[in-house]
């Protein structure tokens, strides 16, 4: 059974850049027909997708975050990690990476952690 | 303002049916499969339904879904104070070229 668990600070200060990495076990995060995907819910709002990225480096990011944001994937660690520029209090929210997988959505997903952006 | 609208709460009394929609457009659900989420508050979501219409490995046949054109609607029957959660359609905008979830739903279970 793949699992996915979100870790990085849970405070980040404004206008710095919030980083998060998530790590894949029980299964290789190589495969190609995988996106491997970071999403957000701000408290009392809904979710957020926040981009995608698979192993032969293809992204697509959500375009209201404007150029703030990037991803990357480490292979060899079975990980992939989120960086946002110049956060605000708006960026607060749950983050949670998740699998996705064309036709079949995103299969699996982390437990979610927090980051609190305040100075 | 999500571009995938969904009623913000539906509520019903166990044992029985609600429906919720999904609106969009021909860049959204109109060309691109929909897929529903189950999300109970403080825990990860869950895909109910992928590919427009396919029950995930565990989920009851209570829960079902279907597209037509630019919208979709999951069916809950025999309601279940257990299915007390936030749904969420999505999908792939082929304009934007990023996926949209929909604003979400809360069902209540009376």
């Known amino acids: ?34 996106f491997w995907s970071w999403i957000r819910q701000p408290a009392g709002k809904g979710l957020e997708w926040i981009g995608r990225i698979n192993t032969s480096g293809s992204t697509n990011y959500n375009p209201s975050l404007k150029g703030r944001v990037s991803m990357s994937v480490d292979t060899s660690r079975n990980q992939f990690s989120l960086n946002l520029k110049t956060v605000t209090a708006a960026d607060t929210a749950v983050y949670y990476c998740a699998r996705y997988m064309e036709r079949r959505g995103f299969d699996f997903w982390g437990q979610g952690t927090l980051v609190t952006v305040s100075s | 303002q999500s571009a995938l609208t969904q009623p913000p709460s539906v509520s019903a009394a166990p044992g029985q049916k609600v429906t919720i929609s999904c609106s969009g457009s021909n860049s959204n659900i109109g060309n691109n499969y929909v897929s529903w989420y189950q999300h109970v508050p403080g825990k990860a979501p869950r895909v109910l339904i992928y590919d427009n219409n396919k029950r995930s490995s565990g989920v009851p046949d209570r829960f079902s879904a279907s597209r037509s054109r630019t919208s979709a609607t999951l069916d809950i029957t025999g309601l279940q104070t257990g299915d007390e959660a936030d749904y969420y359609c999505g999908t792939w905008d082929s304009s934007l070229r990023g996926w949209m979830f929909g604003g979400g739903t809360r069902l209540t279970v009376l």
Do not use: R
């Not at chain 1, 206008?15 to 076990?25: D, I, R, W």
């Open chain 1, 1 to 34: 059974q793949v699992q996915l668990q979100e870790s990085g600070p849970g405070l980040a200060k404004p206008s710095q850049t919030l980083s998060l990495t998530c790590s894949v076990s029980g299964g290789s995060i190589s495969s190609v027909i995988y």
